[in-house]
């Protein structure tokens, strides 16, 4: 029998089929995505399930004999979306990514996305830029009773002000995992108040897909 | 109506219609699809596509496959005007929603998190719809089919086996057909098993038509795929659209590591999915009852190909995977 997944090399719009699962997005978001993420079922479950996974493993972990499997994921990552995106979109377009949970000053604080989107392509450098700030740490999602809306997300964010120029052609919104939309939907207003007219696209390394067997998420959702 | 962003971005166009002749605004930009990166796809446009694949009345599953292999790579929409595959998606949008089908999702071959085990079947599919929890296609699945007409000890059979596949953990995969196939779903339902049924209909048909109300509730709890184009099915004769019936067959074998078989005719569709199984490499279990069946030969025929006879339970868990996760 042929393995039983391998990581997909190109992106997935999230449309009409797939936006019921993300309760925030609405019609006019226009999200991608490269694999689909199966919450607590661990790393066995898929290559995408593996590859989240590793990316995001926490870093207090650093220096364990694990952690290259980080650095790997993080080079998988990457190298798909090389792949997957246009060079001449990627000439022009500005990376923002979703600010990690923990703020800067925090032990736990992880610029994993900002790596990962560099090594798209080291050279000649993409315009990635960590324009929103997240003010204060947060727990991670996951670990909340009670999912956060979008504005009590945007209510945590700032903009940086010494990143602001040049004003993006076109930006991308970069996380790792889409689940509710809702970190994407307070990234986009506030890139949208900061540069009103230039045009916004979600970029995912995956999307949370629900599972059968265990319900819980969905009851966290408002 | 396309017209090229004046600006740098030669490769990214703009599509009018739903954003962009709103009086006076900027107009909306959207990335095209086949623009703005590589080769995203967009899964209800493929379907789009797919469906109007088999607009042509010679399409088959294996023409299908023979257009596919010929160009590594190709998703249906590589073949399609966008405006058709737009057209097509629509339809069985509206067709689903007048059948309350209001959640459901395709996979496409290259794209997103498709099974790659599908490949191993002799034609494979470029598509497949399905309704439910899609995580159930990587558990460990058995498939547990036979006669639409079994006799009391084969339906006893089934119950047995079902119930002991369900213990070891296993998803209990059949087609929902009438007789072993219905036995098998509703047995490991009853018993709190999870289930798959992969049919020869589109969605939004069932059949036998008693089915129905069982494909509903799997459909809502468990996982129903299928591969039957909506548009075709629905334009040609029910004699054609009994082809799809063996089709399911090679898909169902493809999804699961092994195949059992309960009971079965001399001219049962079943023995499709025994071909299947032993041509995709996939372990094919027959009971031993059927060996023992004077009337029949199909069962020594396939173990001289590589079925394996089965006497009990016992012989069935040796065969299949140990449970891992």
Known sequence: ?222 | MRASWSGTLGTIREINGEYGQGGGMTPELTLDGTDFESRAISPLQELGAYEALWDEPKTTFKTLAEKFAARPGAVPSDFVPAEKARERAAFVQEKFRSAEITRFGVRVHGAGDYPEKLRDAAHPIELLYYQGWWDLAASRCVAVVGTRKPSPDGIARTRRLVRELVKDNFTVVSGLAAGVDTAVHETTIACDGRTIAVIGTPLSHAYPRENAELQRRIARDFLLISQVPLRRYEAQDYRMNRLFFPERNVTMSALTEATIIVEAGETSGTLIQARAALQQGRKLLILDSCFRNPSISWPQKFADKGAIRVMDYDDIRQQLSPQTH
């Open chain 1, 1 to 222: 029998m042929t393995s039983a997944s391998s990581f997909p090399l190109r992106l997935t719009k999230i449309d009409d089929l797939a936006r019921p699962d993300h309760f925030y997005l609405t019609a006019a978001d226009d999200c991608y995505f490269l694999g689909e993420y199966t919450a607590r079922k661990g790393f066995a479950f898929s290559a995408t399930n593996r590859l989240i996974l590793n990316f995001k493993k926490t870093m207090d972990r650093r220096g364990r004999s694990e952690w290259v499997w980080k650095d790997r994921a993080l080079q998988q990552a990457a190298a798909a979306f090389r792949n997957a995106l246009n060079s001449d979109y990627l000439d022009v377009a500005t990376l923002v990514p979703v600010p990690p949970s923990k703020a800067k000053t925090d032990p736990l604080y992880d610029d994993r996305m900002t790596r990962m989107l560099r090594a798209i392509r080291p050279q000649p450098p993409l315009d990635v830029r960590e324009i929103i700030l997240q003010t204060q740490s947060s727990n991670p999602v996951h670990g909340q009773a009670v999912r956060p809306r979008p504005d009590e997300i945007v209510a945590r964010y700032q903009i940086d002000p010494s990143n602001l120029l040049p004003v993006p052609r076109t930006i991308a919104i970069c996380d790792d995992v889409l689940t509710t939309g809702a970190h994407y939907r307070a990234a986009h207003t506030v890139l949208q108040q900061a540069f009103p007219g230039v045009r916004l696209i979600g970029l995912f390394i995956a999307r949370r897909v629900p599972e059968a067997v265990d319900f819980s998420d969905f009851d966290e959702l408002p």
